[in-house]
T-cell receptor
């Protein structure tokens, strides 16, 4: 089983729509959770950290469900500029590394 | 604000050739990492350095070596390149290993023919 699994999508949504997707992780001892954004052929960039109580950053909301071992990302009022691949990142079986999901692709259309 | 700088950005090698990818960070981070990214597979850790003077293997270390030259610099060496090493390579750094977020360089697109 992969340490971090994501639905690859693609999620194809119109501007203004809400899109949400999850990521599951295998290590119940994981303590650090992040969402990264990666644009085509560019480096991943931190979108937001995910805290136990859930957190918001503008139109983006992240949630953590430890019991079911998943994190989620919700994007409200989607913009064309939100089109990207979103990577779920969890600290893995050992504390020394971050494990990356393969990414969920979101395409926002006009 | 350079952050993490990788060189070169692009490289084509012939099978059996060697090369070194360079990485430097100016954020005074303790930890540095080398990842490779292949289509549909996400980023996989090749090697990491939790602090200056230490290096350890990640998920896919075979065919690679690393050197943590000082706190700023972490290089990745391919001694005898193989077509299976065609990939995009990213260097990253973080203040605390596996806990704090990682900051990435712009990547090196390597093709081995």
């Amino acid at each position: 089983r992969k340490e971090v699994e994501q639905d690859p999508g693609p999620f194809n949504v119109p501007e203004g729509a809400t899109v949400a997707f999850n990521c599951t992780y295998s290590n119940s001892a994981s303590q650090s959770f992040f969402w990264y954004r990666q644009d085509c052929r560019k480096e991943p960039k931190l979108l937001m950290s995910v805290y136990s109580s859930g957190n918001e950053d503008g139109r983006f909301t992240a949630q953590l469900n430890r019991a079911s071992q998943y994190i989620s990302l919700l994007i409200r009022d989607s913009k064309l500029s939100d089109s990207a691949t979103y990577l779920c990142v969890v600290n893995g079986a050992n504390d020394y590394k971050l494990s990356f999901g393969a990414g969920t692709t979101v395409t926002v259309r006009a | 604000n350079a952050g993490v700088t990788q060189t070169p950005k692009f490289q084509v090698l012939k099978t059996g050739q060697s090369m070194t990818l360079q990485c430097a960070q100016d954020m005074n981070h303790n930890s540095m990492y080398w990842y490779r990214q292949d289509p549909g597979m996400g980023l996989r850790l090749i090697y990491y350095s939790a602090s200056e003077g230490t290096t350890d293997k990640g998920e896919v270390p075979n065919g690679y070596n690393v050197s943590r030259l000082n706190k700023r610099e972490f290089s990745l060496r391919l001694e005898s390149a193989a077509p299976s090493q065609t990939s995009v390579y990213f260097c990253a750094s973080s203040s605390l290993t596996g806990v704090s977020e990682a900051f990435f360089g712009q990547g090196t697109r390597l093709t081995v023919v």
